[in-house]
Nanobody, 123 residues
Framework: VQLVESGGGSVQAGGSLRLSCTASGFTFSSDCMGWFRQAQGKEREGIATSSFGTISYADSVKGRFTIARDNAKKTLYLQMHSLKPEDTAMYYC???????????????????WGQGTQVTVSS
């Protein structure tokens, strides 16, 4: 079971990035998937999740970030627009490895994590 993130980088405020998370070793299509981030010195926070039935966003990214999944490619995406310096963080994808109608933004149910990809937004 593995998750591999890519697509991070450095951008100026107002810019855009698209993160990808490629999964292997589990079903993916029905499993709960989420994007999380951890800024230096802060706790890891959930920002977007995708189940087979619903999508959820943290208030801090709602309207700017979009989560999407391509089940055929076993890939989870996070399209980020209007980036702000406070979006600077290490971004992780994760899965609960089970199917849920609604996937929480809390970290405990997520049992498999990628290695992370760094996003840096300069002002």
């Amino acid at each position: 079971v593995q998750l591999v993130e890519s697509g991070g980088g450095s951008v100026q405020a107002g810019g855009s990035l698209r993160l990808s998370c490629t999964a292997s070793g589990f079903t993916f299509s029905s499993d709960c998937m989420g994007w999380f981030r951890q800024a230096q010195g802060k706790e890891r926070e959930g920002i977007a999740t995708s189940s087979f039935g619903t999508i959820s966003y943290a208030d801090s990214v709602k309207g700017r970030f979009t989560i999407a999944r391509d089940n055929a490619k076993k890939t989870l995406y996070l399209q980020m627009h209007s980036l702000k310096p406070e979006d600077t963080a290490m971004y992780y994808c994760a899965t609960t490895r089970d199917a849920r109608w609604w996937c929480p933004l809390d970290t405990p149910p997520y049992t498999v994590w990628g290695q992370g990809t760094q996003v840096t937004v300069s002002s």
